[in-house]
């Protein structure tokens, strides 16, 4: 094994991106694991846990032939309009349409029924009924994802934490002094943020020339026959707490599955989360065998790793499972993610 603290500051971020707000996301460091795979000789690649897609994106830039997958269909449909899409894109007029309500459109109020005093204040679950059901309409399912997606962001900034796994709109609206948060970004009118995202979408979209694809699946269940596959899975922390992401961002996958959101839902969870089994990749006890057989299930494909340290498996354990199958090269950078209390390094395996 070779180990290498590798940071190219040489290499930069070539275009803008969705400023994304997502737990674990990539942004950040991106182009230092370009800098750590740019030598490899590859043209097809698989980003197997695609989440915000700010990798996929990247390869995507590098002009490779990129499929991102991911499990969760809020985060599918991400892929979907920046990795899939090369070119289609939502107009004004279509904006106008989306957060505007119409005479002859009959609105649900499942959002304002079902989540009250959960996420959002009453005339804003009012508003996303009304949103969904016009984003519904559209007839191309691209500008459906690029609808969707800006929606995602609007929602996600107005959160608390930025996410959903908790019942705890009261930090919002109390009366009190604040030492965290941003009252005044919460409180900014979703349309207004909807327009905004809208066209932070536009203006990422472009064509690379390859055939690009999103696709939604278990990760086990996805072809393989990639020259390389990224893999940045669910991170379990020492104390084998692990990242639950559908219980993080339930509310966003429930705006996709509107009609049958209700069947979907755990009541016994004041934030009523989605029903779903624990993800294999949050089990202690299941983790390891679930990398052996990952790695095995690509092992004719070069890979590449995201992992943090202090992690189960220990960083010398997923080397160890790696080795079975590859060449393993190890890189490091210091780095802190967003709501962690502790400072830690992004490690990068790549195996050859």
Not at 22 to 48: M, N
Not at 116 to 136: H, K, S, Y
Request: with cysteine; glycine share 6%; hydrophobic share 35%.
């Amino acid at each position: 094994m070779f180990q290498s603290n590798l940071f190219d500051n040489s290499v930069r971020y070539d275009g803008k991106f969705l400023s994304t707000r997502f737990q674990g996301s990539k942004l950040k460091i991106v182009p230092w694991i370009w800098s750590c795979i740019q030598h490899l000789k590859f043209d097809t690649c698989l980003d197997a846990f695609g989440g915000t897609g700010s990798v996929a994106y990247y390869l995507k830039k590098m002009q490779k032939e990129v499929d991102y997958n991911d499990n969760l269909q809020f985060n599918y449909t991400i892929g979907k309009a920046i990795i899939e899409n090369d070119e289609t894109k939502l107009e004004n007029d279509e904006i106008d349409f989306i957060i505007s309500p119409h005479d002859d459109v009959t609105y649900q109020t499942f959002i304002k029924d079902t989540f009250r005093d959960i996420f959002f204040l009453d005339e804003e679950n009012g508003w996303l009924d009304m949103v969904v059901t016009n984003i519904r309409l559209l007839d191309d399912e691209y500008k459906r994802a690029i609808a969707f997606t800006a929606l995602f962001q609007a929602c996600i900034i107005k959160r608390p934490y930025n996410l959903f796994h908790r019942a705890n709109l009261y930090m919002r609206t109390a009366e009190v002094k604040r030492s965290f948060g941003n009252k005044t970004t919460w409180d900014k009118p979703f349309p207004e943020y909807f327009r905004v995202f809208a066209q932070e979408v536009n203006s990422i979209i472009f064509s690379n020339g390859r055939s690009n694809r999103a696709l939604y699946k278990d990760v086990f269940n996805v072809e393989p026959g990639y020259d390389l596959v990224y893999m940045d899975t669910p991170y379990i922390n020492a104390k084998g707490t692990g990242v639950d992401y559908l219980d993080f961002y339930h509310f966003l996958d429930g705006m996709l599955d509107y009609d049958n959101w209700g069947k979907r839902i755990t009541q016994i969870y004041k934030h009523k989360r989605l029903k779903g089994d624990k993800s294999l990749w949050c089990q202690p006890n299941k983790i390891h065998d679930a990398f052996d057989r990952l790695f095995r299930h690509f092992k004719d494909s070069l890979l590449v790793i995201s992992y943090r340290s202090h992690g189960i498996p220990s960083q010398d354990e997923l080397v160890e499972i790696l080795s079975k199958y590859k060449s393993v090269t190890l890189h490091k950078v210091d780095y802190k993610y967003v709501l962690s209390k502790n400072n830690g390094q992004e490690i990068l395996l790549v195996g050859v």
